[in-house]
């Protein structure tokens, strides 16, 4: 079995983590790392050059702050948020209604009914006229609807 030398992400506290677990805790603080995401200073298969990896971070971690902190993850960015700017700047409804439907096909290929309304509330046109418009969009022959109940602007 191989052994990580893994640095909490919180405290910085070394410690030894069986390359077989999931997640490793923190004695010192309590934060649960998953080991995927966790700061990896050594692999070794002995326990006894992992512990010493440790002796000899915790004593360099006493004597100065620990500055090694991972990037933090980008938040998951929301695509209906990000398909209706263009729309946002617009007033006029039904090109907001056209805008939207571009913008969903552009971050989702094509786009569902349930993506629609949502999109459509968050433009604070309300369920019964985002269906108007998608009806409208059609006709138009703006929006296809290649497979049943999946739309995409053309
Ligand atoms: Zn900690």
Redesign the pocket.
């Known amino acids: 079995m191989a052994y990580l030398v893994i640095a909490?992400?919180?405290?910085?506290?070394a410690r030894i983590a069986p390359s077989t677990n999931e997640t490793a805790t923190?004695?010192?603080?309590?934060?649960t790392t998953p080991l995927d995401e966790a700061l990896v200073h050594a692999r070794t298969d002995d326990a006894e050059t992992a512990r010493h990896a440790i002796g000899q971070i915790n004593a360099k971690k006493a004597g100065q702050t620990y500055d090694q902190e991972p990037p933090p993850k980008p938040s998951p960015r929301d695509a209906i948020d990000r398909a209706i700017q263009p729309a946002r700047e617009v007033t006029n409804q039904r090109r907001r209604a056209q805008l939207a439907a571009q913008g969903l096909t552009d971050e989702l290929s094509t786009f569902t009914q349930e993506h629609w309304i949502e999109a459509l509330e968050r433009l604070d046109i309300p369920k019964p006229r985002a269906l108007e418009h998608l009806a409208g969009l059609q006709q138009a022959n703006l929006v296809t609807e290649p497979t049943h109940g999946s739309y995409r602007h053309v």
């Open positions: 909490c992400r919180s405290c910085g506290t923190c004695p010192q603080c309590g934060t």
